[in-house]
């Protein structure tokens, strides 16, 4: 039983990132959030980080092989990303999109996601504890 954690380009630089918008926390606590969920709701957490593209793929296809859902921040891929979208589609897993800041709040060309719509769910502007829930709710999706 094992979830994949993945953060997109620039929220390695959570905690000192626009602390307005994202807060100040640090990747390393969502990390630490994140695991510590996953454990109470019987999941191990495996966390990735990238800011390419190919990598944030490739991580993907990977989780195929040992992964029963993926818990996604795409950063600005979100609103780009066609590969991904089609990363996602292609190994079928069950995902949770999650934006710490409320994206409908803001400029107009966050509004779009490419995963939305192929999303379990969607979580935005929960701060950082969107990741938290969502965890739970791939917990749920999984039971
Ligand atoms: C984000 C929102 C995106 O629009 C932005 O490009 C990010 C972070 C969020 O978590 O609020 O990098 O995904």
């Given at each position: 039983n094992r979830l994949l954690l993945?953060?997109?380009?620039?929220?390695?630089?959570?905690?000192?990132?626009?602390?307005g918008v994202y807060g100040t926390d640090t990747?390393?606590?969502?990390?630490?959030?994140?695991?510590?969920?996953?454990?109470?709701?019987?999941?191990?957490?495996r966390a990735f980080q990238s800011?390419?593209?190919?990598?944030?793929?490739?991580?993907?296809?990977?989780?195929?092989?040992?992964?029963?859902?993926?818990?996604?921040?795409?950063g600005a891929f979100t609103h780009t990303s066609v590969?991904?979208?089609d990363?996602?589609?292609?190994?079928?897993?069950p995902f949770v999109e999650v934006h710490i800041s409320n994206v409908h709040a803001r400029e107009p060309f966050r509004h779009h996601s490419y995963l939305s719509d192929v999303a379990s769910a969607v979580i935005v502007g929960a701060g950082v504890q969107g990741y938290e829930f969502a965890v739970r709710r791939l917990a749920t999706v999984l039971a």
């Open positions: 993945v953060n997109g380009p620039n929220l390695n630089l959570l905690g000192t990132r626009e602390p990747l390393d606590d969502v990390f630490a959030l994140a695991s510590a969920t996953a454990k109470d709701v019987g999941f191990d957490l800011n390419h593209e190919g990598a944030l793929i490739d991580v993907v296809h990977e989780a195929k092989a040992d992964c029963d859902g993926i818990v996604i921040n795409p590969a991904l979208r990363a996602l589609t292609g190994v079928g897993l």
